[in-house]
């Protein structure tokens, strides 16, 4: 048992030496400039990566002002897509599953804004789907994948790849939260030396 645990370890401890630091750093000068332009953030991602996307924004927005809550300073707008149950059965029952974040990127995007897509295959028609939305609106687009990269990875403006066998989504998903992790304590250091 305790060289299962250990074995498990190592592998992300492998993949996670494989990051480019320099993609991360795009993402959070890309971040910042969005924050400075009061722009939104835009996450979306499928069943894992929904749960990281929808982590991952109650962070963005709480965690990294919380040292700050009862200061009036700017604070980030990140919003999770769709943002309700109703509204996704509504686009997934009514127009499509595959315009589940699209229709609803419609609804808010801007200029000013910026998409990240999680999405451990990089394939899910869904995601590509609102990665076009964002192309067509000329916004950045993050992309966090998995296994290959998929179509996502070669889309996006910013590529957080975990190069990994294809169907290791606990790889994958431990990896692109990790990341999100790394992103949030980013922006709590550099919120707190600016306040």
């Known amino acids: 048992m305790e060289l299962f645990i250990t074995n498990f370890f190592k592998e992300i401890s492998e993949h996670l030496k494989e990051i480019s630091p320099i993609e991360i750093a795009k993402a959070l000068r890309i971040l910042e400039a969005t924050y400075e332009r009061d722009g939104r953030i835009y996450v979306i991602g499928n069943g894992g990566s929904l749960a990281i996307a929808r982590h991952f924004v109650g962070d963005l927005n709480k965690t990294v002002f919380k040292q700050h809550i009862d200061k009036k300073i700017k604070r980030f707008q990140a919003i999770a897509l769709p943002s309700t149950d109703a509204e996704l059965t509504a686009w997934a029952n009514d127009i499509g599953y595959d315009m589940v974040f699209a229709g609803p990127l419609k ?10 897509a999680i999405s451990s295959s990089g394939n ?9 939305v964002a192309k067509e609106f000329m916004i950045p687009v993050i992309g966090l994948s998995g296994f290959d990269g998929g179509k996502l990875n070669e889309m996006a403006d910013v590529k957080i790849l975990v190069t990994s066998e294809k169907g290791k989504y606990d790889i994958v998903e431990s990896i692109h939260e990790t990341v999100c992790h790394l992103i949030t304590r980013y922006f709590q250091e550099l919120i707190n030396y600016k306040v």
């Open 107 to 116: 609804n808010y995007i801007q200029e000013t804004d910026t998409l990240i």
């Open 124 to 132: 899910s028609e869904n995601i590509i789907k609102a990665v076009e």
